[in-house]
């Protein structure tokens, strides 16, 4: 059975006995030293003796020195980040050292764990961010790229990226947007002068790490949902065109048809005039009638189409937007008198006015106000709010509230696309006509519906105007 207790090797390491038996002889040194002096006249045993003990002092310091030295290596490697030191070697220098060496060999493994632990860390999140199929590009505020996945890579069509503005001469305008974009904010640029140049959507996330800063920008080529959202409108579009022209068509060729049968023999010879009873007379007359109606319903059709091709750009100027209530105010409220439908109108007194081409934006709230006033028809205390306000970031926002029935969910999707219209005298394009109009004036509309607090459409406007007015000037 192998025996804890130390060796005579070991004991002879032992600190304790090292620096015993170095104290030890300094002190039988001196002592003879002091006796030589006293007793003997050795003026050249003296220059040894003196020699001796400052080389024994010396010896002795040093010796206790090594433990600190020791320590310093230790601390060093650590501040060094050196998790690759290992303490001296396993010789026996007492209980006290024995443990010392093993708390240093315990804290050099937990920082060798931690290194490989935060090492495998790196390399996960590392194969997630370059198989991720967003492109991801950080860079810090001297625009210095730290990271850069495959997707992105691709992307930009470059294997490495050190500074963004080894953008400048291939991708300019990607190069200015990831410039100017903000923390949160999401923007569509070409990546391209040509037509076929994709559509790619940025969004910023803006951070901090040891004071530095850096930006985290996600690009997404949405080219191909582009194309299929497109496609989709079109066909959208090909079957209300269709629906429209056919309800049309078809009831002018049945009637042609029957009209054509009245006025010729069997053979196919012209009757004469004088051989048609009065009810195939009054037959023909009908058809005829009815064939004209069609065709202008058709022309109608057409012309409502031409208009969502042909409207003008916005002539923006200042208005208050009191006096643009007022005006649609008083354009509908004999209308809504009649149908005894309650009229609230709500400013923000705050509100500085409004920067829009007072004509178009007549005509969308005209639109809107219009279908509020069939929304609200089977309501029992119909009532409409026309509400102007600042929403948060200090941008201008007119609601038209009503509290009908609200839309139901299946025709939500469709409300916009042209032609479409739930209205047996409906056009279907005045919602279309009106996003567009919004869109013009860089803002957006939306729309909130529930069968308990009726439909909200919002028209969300840019809070900065007056560069849209400079271009429409210009």
């Known amino acids: 059975m192998a025996s804890n207790r130390p060796n005579s090797r070991s004991w002879s390491r032992n600190f304790r006995f090292q620096v015993a038996w170095r104290v030890l002889l300094l002190v039988l040194t001196v002592f003879v030293f002091a006796f030589t002096i006293l007793y003997r006249d050795w003026p050249v045993g003296l220059l040894f003796l003196g020699l001796a003990i400052v080389v024994e002092v010396w010896i002795l310091i040093r010796y206790v020195e090594?433990?600190?030295?020791?320590?310093?290596n230790f601390l060093a490697a650590i501040a060094h980040?050196?998790?690759?030191y290992a303490a001296p070697g396993k010789q026996y220098r007492g209980k006290s050292f024995a443990e010392l060496q093993e708390v240093s060999e315990l804290i050099m493994n937990s920082f060798r764990e931690l290194r490989a632990e935060k090492e495998s860390h790196y390399q996960y999140l590392q194969n997630v961010v370059e198989h991720v199929q967003v492109a991801l590009i950080c860079y810090e505020e001297t625009e210095e790229v730290s990271l850069m996945n495959h997707a992105a890579r691709l992307l930009i069509n470059r294997p490495y990226l050190k500074h963004l503005h080894q953008l400048q001469h291939s991708h300019a305008d990607l190069l200015q947007a990831m410039r100017d974009i903000r923390h949160g904010q999401r923007i569509l640029i070409r990546s391209g002068p040509n037509a076929r140049a994709p559509h790619i959507a940025i969004q910023a996330t803006a951070f901090k790490l040891k004071g530095q800063g850096f930006k985290l920008v996600s690009l997404q080529d949405i080219q191909v949902e582009l194309e299929e959202k497109e496609i989709d409108t079109w066909q959208k579009l090909i079957r209300v065109l269709t629906h429209e022209i056919m309800n049309s068509v078809t009831p002018i060729v049945s009637l042609t048809k029957v009209t054509h049968s009245i006025l010729s023999e069997e053979e196919g010879s012209p009757k004469a005039a004088k051989m048609?009873?009065?009810e195939e007379i009054q037959d023909i007359l009908d058809s005829i009638l009815t064939i004209e109606n069609r065709s202008k319903g058709l022309l109608h059709f057409v012309h409502a189409y031409r208009s969502?091709?042909?409207i003008p750009p916005p002539q923006i100027q200042a208005i208050e937007a009191k006096e643009l209530l007022n005006r649609i105010i008083t354009l509908l409220k004999p209308e809504m008198d009649r149908r005894a439908i309650g009229l609230h109108a709500n400013i923000d007194e705050r509100m500085p006015p409004l920067q829009i081409d007072p004509q178009l934006i007549e005509q969308v709230l005209i639109n809107l106000l219009k279908n509020a006033?069939?929304?609200?028809?089977?309501?029992d205390e119909p009532e409409i709010h026309l509400i102007v306000r600042q929403i948060k970031d200090g941008s201008p926002q007119i609601i038209v509230q009503d509290n009908g029935q609200g839309i139901h969910p299946e025709l939500i999707d469709k409300i916009f696309i042209p032609f479409f219209t739930t209205k047996a005298?409906?056009?279907?394009?005045?919602?279309?006509?009106?996003?567009?109009?919004?869109?013009?004036?860089?803002?957006?509309?939306?729309?909130?519906?529930?069968?308990?607090?009726?439909?909200?459409?919002?028209?969300?406007?840019?809070?900065?105007m007056k560069k849209l007015a400079n271009k429409a000037a210009s």
Do not use: C, W, Y
Request: proline content about 2%; charged content about 20%; glycine content about 8%.
């Open 66 to 72: 090594q433990t600190n030295d020791e320590l310093q």
């Open 81 to 84: 980040r050196d998790f690759t």
């Open 276 to 278: 048609l009873s009065e």
């Open 308 to 310: 969502l091709t042909r």
């Open 373 to 379: 006033m069939e929304a609200v028809e089977q309501t």
């Open 425 to 464: 005298k409906g056009s279907g394009i005045g919602l279309s006509l009106s996003r567009q109009i919004m869109r013009l004036h860089q803002g957006s509309i939306e729309m909130q519906t529930s069968q308990a607090s009726g439909t909200h459409f919002f028209l969300n406007f840019p809070k900065l």
